[in-house]
């Protein structure tokens, strides 16, 4: 009964776009870049597109499989499923516990977006050359409430739309504007081609040195896969509760990790060569996007217009993420504590901009926020992306490939036998050996060393 009054996505097209809409964002274009250029480029991104395609895109149809068959939040999704005395709701716990420290320092970077969009408004990159940019990014970092201001507007914004609920809220936003998010990628990977000196760049990205892989490069490619596919956490099983019974997950899911491993790459081809050809250090961590992309709009024709829609869709893009991770905690909190959605949106934001405002005040030089050699920033984003979403997927493979009936994740897959099983049977396969056995290792190795 519960079921009827659930809200789904109102078309495959609606998944396709909302699960994209989570996936793509700062994780592709400010995180990836930054990760490959800290661990080897191209040996990175052999890693990475291994691992994404192979164990990444089986896990994210596991969520899907958990979520629609529960159609329940990721607690109450390993409630239903495994009975009211098991541990397996922990699992579920820990993406709710997730969530929040994710969304607390994505939305200081998410932040700094809307900070860019009002700096391109204003005109503050054109004719400056690379030292201002740099300068202009560490004045913005250092300022001393600016930045969290923005973190701030930007948390508030992911409220408004969470609360307004799913299908309003996300769909509409994410079908228009991530596709137009790709074609002004294109253009400026046509831009930064045709920079002098931009082949060294390419080799950089492209010509593995494969004695660059170490078992950190292999951890961090994994921990980068899950992040920009938004998995390892019930993100994907809260959206797939949301999943139609007659809509397809397994193309759905195929085309949503193919569409984010080709905005990786495309931001991959975009800074790359611009920052070899600028002389900015593939290794330059937080300021890599940052520096690297206003001064190839500095560069073009035209450049305060494709700066200004650029960073405009990439603040929407940034927001679909957001709005993704918020509406986990809205839904176990909704579902789990029954509080109402506008309190659950309220309470859930409110949490996270407590956390949120110390992940981006750390970012300022001198300031006490360290733990060790970290910032407060650093250390959330490791804590999640190396350690939490890991161990989470694994859990995760591991209930879908051997907690739950065979006959039950079969009938999910092919939507109760209506569709072909083949392929399917391929990739119950790889959830159950395969990755829980490439995740353990990966993840149980770095540990050990
Ligand atoms: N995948 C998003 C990105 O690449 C970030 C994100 C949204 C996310 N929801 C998530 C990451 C859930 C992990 C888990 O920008």
Sequence with gaps: ????????????????????????????????????????????????????????????????????????????????????????????YLGVVCAFLILAFYTTVAGWTLGYLGKSVAGHFGGQDLEAIQQQFSDFTNHPWLPVACQLAFLALTAVVVMRGVKDGIERWSKILMPMLLVIMVVLCVKSLTLSGAGEGLRFFFKPDFSKITGR??????????????????????????????DNMVSSAVGVALADTLVAVLAGVVIFPAAFSFGIQPEAGAALAFTTLPMVFQQMTGGYFFCLIFFLLLVIATLTSTISLLEVI????????????????????????????????????????????????????????????????????????????????????????????????????????????????????????
């Design 1 to 92: 009964m519960a079921d009827k009054k659930r809200e789904t996505f109102g078309s495959k097209l609606g998944i396709i776009m909302a699960t994209a809409g989570s996936a793509l964002g700062l994780g592709n274009i400010y995180r990836f870049p930054c990760e490959a250029g800290a661990n080897g480029g191209a040996a990175f991104l052999m890693v990475y597109l291994a691992l994404a395609l192979l164990i990444g895109t089986p896990l994210m149809i596991s969520e899907f499989v958990i979520g629609r068959r529960s159609r329940s939040n990721p607690v109450g999704a390993f409630k239903r499923l495994s009975g009211a005395r098991s541990a397996w709701p922990v699992v579920g």
């Design 217 to 246: 490069v292999v951890l961090s490619a994994l921990g980068q896969s899950f992040f920009s596919l938004s998995i390892g956490m019930g993100a994907l099983i809260t959206y797939g509760s949301y999943i139609g019974r007659r």
């Design 330 to 449: 809205v839904a176990a909190l909704t579902e789990e504590l029954r509080l109402p959605r506008r309190k659950a949106a309220l309470v859930g934001a409110a949490g996270t901009a407590a956390i949120g405002v110390l992940a981006t005040l750390s970012f300022r030089t001198g300031s006490p926020l360290h733990i060790g050699a970290s910032t407060v920033f650093d250390l959330l984003d490791h804590l999640t992306a190396l350690y939490m979403m890991p161990i989470g997927g694994l859990l995760i493979v591991l209930f879908v490939g051997w907690k739950m009936k065979r006959a039950d994740v079969m009938a999910e897959l092919t939507n109760e036998g209506t569709l072909r099983a083949g392929l399917r049977k391929g990739i119950l396969f790889i959830v159950r050996y395969l990755a829980p056995v490439a995740i353990a290792v990966i993840f149980f190795s770095q540990l050990l060393m």
